[in-house]
């Protein structure tokens, strides 16, 4: 029988532990610190795509715009309509001018109410007119025509996010307007819209001004007069204009309060 030597013995331990050294080795998960470190970086990677998502879909809602269409002029006073627009959609339709005065006023209280919710209804302005208000409908439908017009011409150059004439269209956007109160004159109702830039008065309007007889003769020549001078004064101190009086005071007292909630 032969007798166990002490360096046989020490020879078979080492070889032990290095054999569990190795097992103990062999049985580590492969977690490599980079690929570790490369998946605890992927969330904040999507986290960062659905806050582009969500920005770009407050981007689509701000390319929500209003278009303005033209004054038609009927036989008892001026129409014109502005659309709210969004994604190529009338979102808000509404008359800035309609027929004012005696009967005038009644037909239109009645009839543009419809006609907006036809609007909107249609997309297009293919819509009834209203019994009783056949001017004011045929003006509402000529100036929503041209609005629709306006929008397509406007909207075929922003459909790529990042095309030069959407970036370029992009100062435009800071323009705000801003409607004043009804001054009522012993003619009619004057109301005064302006255009601001900053605090400056880039375009003045009156959407609304007596009309009807002399009274629609005086708002042609007047009210163009008031509207350069209120641009160029960029305040409410302007000329009253000679044989419209009523109408300068109202413009007057509608620019300041237009000028008071621009705050200017």
């Known amino acids: 029988m032969k007798t166990n030597h002490p360096i046989r013995r020490f020879v078979l331990a080492s070889a032990a532990t290095v054999s569990g050294i190795v097992l103990l080795l062999a049985l580590k998960p ?66 800035v001018q309609a027929p004012s005065g005696g009967t005038s006023s009644q037909k239109t209280e009645l009839s543009v109410p419809k006609l907006n919710q036809e609007a909107v209804a249609a997309g297009n302005a293919d819509i009834d007119s209203v019994s009783g208000a056949t001017y004011t409908s045929e003006g509402y439908k000529k100036s929503l025509q041209s609005a629709l017009d306006k929008a397509k011409t406007s909207g075929g150059t922003s459909d790529s996010p990042g095309s030069p004439d959407k970036a370029s269209a992009a100062p ?59 641009v160029a004064a960029g305040n409410a101190d302007i000329d009253t204009v000679s044989g419209a009086t009523y109408t300068s005071e109202g413009y007057k007292k509608s620019l300041q309060s237009a000028l008071d909630k621009a705050g200017v």
């Open 172 to 230: 435009a956007a800071q323009a705000r307007v801003v409607t004043g109160a009804v001054t009522n004159t012993q003619y009619g109702p004057v109301q005064v819209r302006l255009t601001l830039e900053g605090k400056k008065i880039t375009k003045a309007e009156a959407v609304q001004a007596p009309s009807g007889g002399t009274s629609s003769q005086k708002t042609e020549l007047s009210v163009p007069k008031l509207n350069q001078e209120a």
């Open 30 to 95: 492969a977690t490599d610190p980079a690929a570790a470190s490369a998946q605890a970086g992927a969330a904040p990677q999507q986290t960062a795509a659905a806050q582009g998502a969500a920005q770009g879909g407050a981007a689509e809602q701000a390319g929500a715009g209003t278009v303005l269409g033209d004054v038609v002029r009927t036989e008892y006073g001026p129409v014109q309509v502005r659309l709210t627009m969004s994604g190529g959609k009338i979102t808000k339709a509404e008359a």
